[in-house]
């Protein structure tokens, strides 16, 4: 028992791509209250990941909550100072629907093509 637990904790620091992946599928099916969750627990295990605060400005964006989507969009070109929403659904080879949704949420506050 000791030993799994062990083995769990380990990846613990990793779960947060996992916890992108999450969110990002809750955004593509239109279930942006769970994205912006998932995503706001990637974050809480890896502050310093970008994406994720890229898949909770979208998710903020859509469900209306522009102050606060701003706010994150803001913390992430903090991180990314040249983040693109092009340059990211090119560069991890996003399917068209999912690139258009995002560049729709992220571009509504401020975030560039």
């Known amino acids: 028992m000791g030993r799994t637990r062990a ?5 613990r620091p990793t779960q947060f791509v996992a916890l992108n992946g999450v969110s990002l599928g809750h955004f593509v099916r239109g ?14 295990i890896n502050p310093l990941f970008s994406i994720s605060y890229m898949s909770l400005v979208a998710a903020l964006a859509r469900l209306g909550k ?11 070109t903090e991180l990314q100072p040249s983040f693109s929403i092009g340059r990211h659904c ?7 629907s999912l690139a258009a949704a995002l560049s729709e949420a992220v571009q509504s506050v401020g975030l560039p093509a």
């Open 7 to 11: 083995a769990f904790e380990s990846l």
């Open 66 to 76: 522009m102050d606060e989507a701003k706010a994150m969009a803001a913390r992430l």
């Open 90 to 96: 090119a560069a991890v080879g996003a399917v068209p």
């Open 31 to 44: 279930r942006d209250a769970e994205a912006a969750e998932a995503a706001r627990k990637a974050i809480q």
